[in-house]
């Protein structure tokens, strides 16, 4: 064992945590060793090690999703091709088990939970190629449906389905739950914008929809099943009033039971299947690839939240709207607006709002300005007479084209079931409920539900795509009470019943039967159709492999079992309602835990009983697959609708796994920082000379016998040392004080002009001197302590950096700009909890800016771009998406080059400044797609804005990457005589001699090379 490695018990809930006791669903202590034999040797034989997960916190970290239910699986299976889910249903069949299908696990019915094999079909699924000019797309099933439609934007196309969990939900799961989200109604789903399928069947047979040959190919392979279909078809059209009643089902939104109408559309065994496999579930097979037919992507957009006194004053408005054209109308009723203010960016107002008061989101979106008007004249007309409200000073009842605006309003709806769910008692489930009425009937049926809910004592939330008559609410109950059960199944009762014999409704419109509606599908659909349902999954699965009881449940109770209960954990991660929205920013999602499962873990370990060998085997694996791994980075919190930190949580644990020893050391380090620094730096400046190989050898020794979280192993391409010197600098009509980061004096840029040389040079060119304090050595933005967890040591050099920077900004009176966006983000927000209460009004008077937004706000307007590349790819720090500056940084490349790049998969590299070294995979993994991206084409340059990050995408692709601001240097540095002027052809950091393409000004004409003069001032 390594000298300093942690003590695991560091991470253990104390009795004093435990406040709920062992709870009833705990995961019992026979599952203690994982996957049992012989499931595990034999899956392990038949696909490799690497794709069979079988520690019991692999199995529980999937054991829930978004729903209120939990089920942990036997194994999980991560396979790569179709080869690898052939060969897993050959061996369910043979074995006779059962497989489910999980994707992004964002589904509210528990269709991604299964009680055996349950197989990830995200991390190996993702991928858009656009066909034609953007007509079509084929798209791999574990692709988010945002990510996607990132890729289509640039054709002028989008996705029909838009649900409001895009930023999570993958591709594969909208089409296997038919999901069709705000705008995509009936006209617009999948089911209506697929144009091919390829799928596997539960026998292993492939299908791809698309080929001219399908049906041949289908008859050979599954005669019985291509005759079972034709003859379904028969006997569904030989029944008009079969047939009548299928068609009047799918005039409104509705995902409940099976497409029946897929019989009716379909001419071919083919065609029918791709129609079932559309809303199937996982039940029907596996989805690995969809060709979508595409939307035009509408920009014009004119939009208006509208407040009225009551819901179903709202509801009676829905009809206006449609007919004036809007493509959404959202309803929010007040418990939804009240509960949004834990939003960024909502109104703060909107807590004080009246709880009867609802409001309608409404957009109409226009291919050109002409229509845009057209379409806001009929909005006005249709605003005449409405009864609307202004019960706070931020409601402005309007329709506006801003689009900061409209993002508010969309980003407050999108987040419904998030934040009315962060917002309910500590301790109890979310209960998301989707039904439809027809639209005409929406305000007769938002009457009946309060009724309903005040009959059964739920507050409930109520949200929905009004334009459709599709209503969401929310209902929190205690599944560890038995009598909240009881009111909830009591509730659900009399509301099915509610909505069948009342509305003739949909009891799932949207997000597919599930779990909790599969009881009451016979109540909605009738016995005839029913059986023509469990027919079909008969004949397209006469074993029963593929999510058994997900859609068809003859258990009138289905719906009470498995229900989870959520113990209280960690304050700042209790709200969390594990929706997943935070996982695909995470960049430990594809190594080891996302965000969502840090905390589904942390809530099992309270589920049991102290020193249970369940606890014992989640708090062994914690720390390498939670803690260790985590990159601190936060972006989680961006993506929680609520602002739930993980990263921050993780920082805690490692606080807490920090003996008394290591937490001197650290704030040991903090005071004699200036040494620090400077051992540092010669450190780096003799490993040039040592070089990569012995380095790494000797870092891996020391890394096994110390411990591997604490000595950083040495990756080829760390750069060499920076100059020991800074620029000198007057401070005499600076515009602005200059703080070099640690980082950057210690580490040396790509060439010979240092990043600080790069600085000041094009801030004096621009007539905006800076100035570089003589004292900055031995300060440190804290981030170093911070994301570590020494909280002694971030006190000293947080204090420190504050009380320095206060002094040097005269009293805040100039700027202080940064120059690494993660040291800009730690002087601006992360140091504050740490700082004293005087230094904390210190901080209130600082203005902290970063480099890059100094160079596009206050520089770029002032300076003369005298050469360009051909091409830039950028990789936005996680820093930057804190900070808001990305569009800065864009700003600054377009400057610099006639061409820029940002790759779709950007994200956090997760160097985190030194975790990429102490954990490489985790950069490896964290930038595999982004990398993908830039090593698929060749670019003049590779720019980013941190210099730790550009390490890290370094080491991802091999490519060098180099601060922006050294290519902005480089592109206004006056022209020698001689040169030409225009555009280069490559970025070359490491030397200013450049080669002109165009016509020369000033003393030179025409085309040619020359040297430009070293003096960055000049």
Known sequence: MPLLEPEPDALRPGAASRTDGPSHDRVPDRRATGTPEPLRSELTALLGADKVLTKVSDLVKYASDASPYRFVPQVVVVPEDIDDVSAVLSYAHGKGREVVFRAAGTSLNGQAQGEDILVDVRKHWSGVEVLGDGERARIGPGTTVVRANVTLARFGRVLGPDPASAIACTVGGVVANNAPGMTAGTTRNSYRTVASLTFVLPSGTVVDTAAEDADEQLAHAEPALCEGLLALKREIEADRDLVARIRAKYEIKNTNGYRLDAFLDGAMPVQILRGLMVGSEGTFGFISEIVFDTLPLHRHTSTALLFFPSLPAAAAAVPLFNAAGALAVELMDGNTLRASVSVQGVPADWAGLPKSTTALLVEFRAPDQTAQERYEEAAAAALEGLELVAPVA????????????????????????????????SGTTLITEDFAVPPGRLAEACQALLDLQTRHGFDTAVAGHAAHGNLHFLLAFDAAVPSDVERYAAFMDEFCRLTVERFDGSLKAEHATGRNIAPFLELEWGPQATE??????????????????????????????????????????????????????????????????????????????????????????????????????????????????????????RHARHSPREERAAAFAAKNFKAVEASARLAVAAADRIGDRLLTAVTRTARRAVRPDLVPEWLPRIPGAAARRLPRTPRVDAAAVYYPACVNRIFGGPGDLSLAQAVVAVSTRAGRPVWIPEDVAGTCCATIWHSKGYDAGNRIMANRIVEAAWGWTAGGRLPLIVDASSCTLGIAHEVVPYLTPDNRELHRELTVVDSIVWAADELLPRLTVRRTIGSAVLHPTCSMQHLGDEAQLRAVAEACADEVVVPDDAGCCAFAGDRGMLHKELTESATRKEAAEVLSRSFDAHLSANRMCEVGMDHATGRGYYSVLLELERATRPVAPGTGMGTDTGAAPDTSTGTGTGTGTGTGTGTGTGTAPRNPTA
Not at 411 to 419: E, H, P, Q, Y
Not at 612 to 632: F, I, K, M, R
């Open 532 to 653: 023509l349902m469990w027919r079909t999954k008969q004949l397209i699965d006469p074993d029963g492999v593929l999510a058994p009881r997900i859609v068809l449940d003859r258990d009138p109770k289905a719906h009470l079992r498995g229900l989870k209960t959520i113990p209280r954990v960690e304050p700042i991660a209790d709200p969390c309602i594990e929706c997943g929205f935070c996982e695909p920013t995470c960049p430990s999602e594809d190594l080891t835990t996302t965000p969502r499962q840090r905390i589904v873990l942390r809530r099992e370990m309270m589920r049991q009983p102290d020193g249970s060998p369940v606890e014992d085997g989640l708090v062994e694996a914690y720390g390498y697959d939670a803690v260790d791994t985590c990159a601190g980075d936060s972006t989680c919190s961006i993506a929680c609708p609520v602002g739930i930190d993980t990263g921050a949580l993780m920082k805690d644990f």
């Open 394 to 425: 931020s409601v402005t009842n309007a329709f506006t084209r801003d689009a900061k605006a409209i993002g508010g309003y969309w980003k407050a709806r999108k987040a419904f079931v998030t934040a009315v769910g962060g917002a309910r008692p």
